[in-house]
């Protein structure tokens, strides 16, 4: 199948432009963060796959920022499962990646592109003009490249629902820590950590990328809605710090605390340092209770 590298869209609009035109849509509710804690990998993956499949139900041209990562193998089969068994239709959706890793071909059977074939695109109804991954594989001017890409998101309407993971050091797309809040789709040079932490999934011996192409945090906090899914015990101090610590570019998904509509959809190894648990189950209650439209 062919996929669209974002390449897609690169006219005249102005960056005010496209500041201006993504201002938060803040719902009814008046914009909250929540924290949905599941019992297990299981089940935050299917809880993850409702969430999605109702804004896909809602808005049948919905944009999605799809995030790879083997947290969200299990979102994805259970939205493919939704498109085979009850028919939901991705015909009309737009996706956009967070990141690629730069250098590798999209037949990289470690490249994001590959994941996103495997788990996702070649099981459901996407159009492939409307798949946009970033190309690890430019050479030249990157900043031109990247423009274009923060320009195809902009002309597709802004991210409706983004998908997001955590790496270990708190990193959200490939914003490493001390990446700036204000920063747009670029290069970005991955620490030791993502290198150590994502080395296992390449060959003996195979070199490993060390730089990526991802989109920034100002791009990630202009969607309409966020949902981060975490499982395991290994993310439990990054969750805490993301959710319950101070606001840093230190742990970059602690800029989510700014956002007006985010959802931590995390199992119960996953939110085990969190202060707060009993409380987050409490605001469940009462949200499914005062507005349920919240929780899908
Ligand atoms: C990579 C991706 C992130 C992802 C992270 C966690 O670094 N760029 O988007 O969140 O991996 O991956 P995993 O879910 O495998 O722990």
């Not at 669209?4 to 690169?10: D, E, N, Q, S, T």
């Not at 949905?36 to 299981?42: C, D, F, K, T, V």
């Not at 495997?118 to 099981?123: K, R």
């Not at 490939?174 to 080395?199: A, C, H, M, Q």
């Amino acid at each position: 199948m062919g996929i669209v590298h974002g390449r897609a869209g690169a006219g005249n609009v102005g960056r005010r432009e496209i500041l201006e035109a993504r201002e938060y849509e803040i719902g009814e509710d008046g914009g909250n963060m929540l924290v949905l804690l599941n019992s297990n990998y299981e089940e935050l993956s299917r809880e993850a796959a409702r969430i999605v499949a109702g804004a896909v139900r809602s808005k049948p041209n919905a944009t999605l920022g799809l995030a790879t990562g083997s947290t969200t193998v299990g979102m994805y089969k259970e939205l493919v499962r939704l498109h085979q068994v009850e028919g939901l239709d991705f015909s009309r959706v737009v996706t956009f990646n967070l990141d690629e890793y730069l250098g590798l071909a999209p037949k990289h059977p470690q490249s994001f592109h590959c994941f996103m074939t495997e788990n996702f695109f070649s099981h459901v109804n996407v159009a492939a003009r409307n798949i946009h991954i970033p190309d690890g594989t430019i050479g030249g001017d990157y900043e031109e490249y990247c423009a274009a890409y923060e320009r195809a998101i902009y002309e597709a309407g802004g991210i409706d629902v983004q998908i997001l993971g955590i790496g270990r050091n708190g990193h959200i797309g490939f914003n490493e820590p001390t990446s700036s809040f204000g920063s747009r789709t670029r290069l970005k040079v991955l620490t030791s950590e993502t290198i150590e932490d994502n080395r296992k999934f390449f060959g003996p011996g195979e070199e490993m990328p060390e730089c990526a192409i991802t989109m920034g945090i100002g791009t990630i906090l202009e969607a309409k809605k966020i949902l981060l899914l975490a499982t395991g015990e290994a993310k439990a101090e990054t969750v805490a710090e993301a959710i319950e610590g101070p606001i840093t570019a230190s742990v970059t998904a602690s800029c989510l605390q700014l956002h007006p509509d985010v959802t931590f959809v995390i199992d119960e190894a996953a939110g085990a340092r969190l202060k707060q648990r009993g409380y987050y189950r409490r605001v469940m209650e009462m949200t499914a209770r005062f507005t349920p439209n919240r929780l899908s």
